[in-house]
């Protein structure tokens, strides 16, 4: 492993946890699940440079694609029930 | 003042856990046991160039058997819960705020990018067995490309006849070969069911090309259900 790649760990790690961080400190929920999606898409970047390809793709497709999507519906959703319930 | 006492006592237990498992760990630098057997005979025995599919499908045939049994129960679930009541259907989507229209951009680009996605999505499933990926890599980008759509045309309906049908019957397909490994070959989803073919070729590795497709469809259809039902509004 080169020195290289092990900085572009190194980043993508610190980049992870920071991303992390905002989801759970962020108040508007739109940008924590967006967040949640950055954590998904750094992390398929690592296993791409830690050599695992198959891993790296499905983190892409169904971490960072559908489930934030999936999450974006579910808060769609439940904002809507809370103001007919106003 | 208790939860930040409890956080720090949390972190502390954190760390310890963190630090056994750091310090245990010696960089091996050859494979051991079980791997080094996979590695030694998958190519030979199985006939797949992609060692990492072999295994997932093959050797450890049953956790991926386990694996789409969770995924159906989860889509199961996600229909129960938010299943379309009757009169929704005969109701139009909302009468009194209409939606609005997603941008031109939008459209175009959606209609352009989602074929592509879906062959790309095909492409690997299929190819699964000599490249990176496999069925739920592949059933993945498709059910993206199903999302597109429905973001891009807010009226999109997918036909659950034919998703349903394709999802049932290639999950049944799947086990009917599993099962056919105990009577022609070795064991339950055995691929030398089919003839292994050259190392390296689109037809080669017996029953992996055909279970891995029938997967991509599998889970492609699911997750594709799942988000639909996720959008429909009640």
Do not use: C, W
């Amino acid at each position: 492993m080169t020195e290289l790649q092990q900085g572009i760990i190194i980043l993508m790690g610190i980049a992870m946890v920071v991303s992390a961080g905002l989801a759970m400190y962020v108040k508007d929920l739109v940008s924590s699940v967006i967040a949640v999606g950055v954590v998904s898409l750094f992390a398929s970047i690592l296993y791409l440079i830690l050599q695992a390809p198959d891993v790296a793709m499905t983190e892409a497709a169904i971490g960072a694609g559908l489930s934030t999507l999936i999450f974006l519906y579910a808060l769609h959703k439940t904002t809507d029930k809370e103001e007919e319930n106003d | 003042m208790i939860k930040r006492l409890f956080a720090f006592i949390l972190l502390i237990f954190t760390s310890v856990m963190f630090y056994t498992i750091f310090s245990n760990t010696v960089q091996s630098t050859e494979l051991k046991g079980v791997a080094k057997q996979y590695a030694a005979r998958g190519a030979d025995e199985l006939g797949a160039q992609n060692l990492v599919t072999a295994i997932v499908v093959t050797y450890r045939g049953l956790d991926t058997l386990g694996e789409v049994a969770v995924l159906f129960l989860a889509a199961t679930g996600v229909a129960l819960l938010l299943r379309r009541r009757k009169e929704d259907e005969v109701l139009p989507l909302s009468e009194d705020k209409p939606k609005r229209q997603s941008s031109e951009l939008l459209r175009t680009g959606a209609n352009l990018l989602a074929p592509i996605m879906v062959m790309f999505g095909v492409y690997i499933f299929i190819n699964g067995h000599l490249s990176p990926g496999g069925g739920f890599q592949g059933g993945a980008v498709i059910a993206s490309a199903v999302l597109l759509l429905f973001l891009s045309d807010i009226n999109y309906k997918i036909n659950h006849t034919v998703f349903g049908l394709i999802e049932s019957s290639s999950g049944v397909l799947y086990v009917v070969t599993g099962i056919l490994g105990i009577f022609l070959a070795g064991g339950f989803l055995d691929n030398r069911i089919l003839p292994l073919g050259e190392l390296g070729s689109i037809l080669s590795a017996g029953a992996i090309p055909v279970i891995y497709t029938l997967i991509g469809l599998k889970v492609g259809t699911e997750l594709a259900g799942i988000i639909d039902n996720m959008r429909r509004e009640n």
